[in-house]
């Protein structure tokens, strides 16, 4: 059973896109959370899947590694060209090596096939929540913080880099922001983990380290010889002031 788009949606209702070519899973999955207040839309190729997902905006997106016509990494690279919603990727695998990919290609977590329903739940509130979790109280919650040709800005949620945009993941705008409020000061991986994930569930213990790396890419950043990010052995990591 597929969940077309309403012509007139619920305002009320959190949108959410299901790729996946297994419709009793979409059916499921919709079943459990439109009671919630969910309005969930399934489409179950890739091609479909990315068509949908950059038309019109969504709090987030399951998705499906194993898709016909276009794999569900390929899906999530063609997503993070021109939105930043959040991603569940949802998998049947359960090696390590794909869920280090998704997460460096830009996935906010990873879920296996074998999830229950309270699971999905949990995961799918922390990834919706991310966006709000790192405002801080006051009158400064929204100022740009410039840390040399580094200009990271709350209220766009956007980064720059001597005067050219850098492209972010969700997960990865927070951490950097988290890393860029607390300058000259050590975060460590557990501090990092309570900033951008709820505490509700375990998560994969290496998707900081994951991220961080995914952001030194971005920031063109040499992790033995840092301009931004230094990693402290044991400790974690520190945005490095500028002079």
Not at 53 to 69: C, F, K, N, Q, R
Request: proline share 5%; aromatic share 4%.
């Amino acid at each position: 059973m597929t969940h077309d788009i309403p012509n007139d949606p619920d305002a009320g209702a959190h949108r959410l896109l299901v790729i996946d070519d297994d419709r009793k899973l979409c059916r499921l999955i919709a079943d459990y959370l439109e009671p919630l207040g969910y309005a969930v839309t399934a489409v179950h190729t890739g091609p479909e899947g990315v068509a949908m997902a950059t038309a019109s905006p969504w709090e987030a997106v399951i998705l499906d590694l194993m898709l016909p016509g276009m794999d569900g990494f390929e899906v999530l690279k063609r997503i993070r060209h021109t939105c930043d919603v959040p991603v569940l990727m949802l998998t049947a695998r359960g090696d390590e090596a794909d869920r280090i990919v998704g997460l460096e290609i830009g996935a906010d977590d990873y879920l296996p096939k074998t999830f229950s329903t309270r699971e999905l739940l949990a995961r799918l509130r922390a990834v919706t929540r991310r966006a709000v979790r790192l405002k801080p109280a006051g009158d400064e919650a929204n100022d740009d913080i410039v840390l040399g040709g580094l200009r990271v800005s709350p209220s766009t949620r956007t980064v720059v880099l001597d005067d050219k945009p850098v492209v972010v993941t969700p997960v990865e705008f927070d951490l950097l922001l988290s890393l860029a409020r607390a300058c000259g000061r050590v975060k460590t991986r557990e501090q990092l983990l309570d900033e951008i994930r709820d505490r509700e569930y375990e998560v994969f213990d290496r998707s900081v380290d994951v991220h961080i790396s995914a952001l030194r890419r971005k920031l063109g950043d040499d992790a033995k010889n840092p301009r931004f990010i230094r990693t402290l052995r044991a400790a974690g990591y520190l945005m490095i002031r500028q002079s």
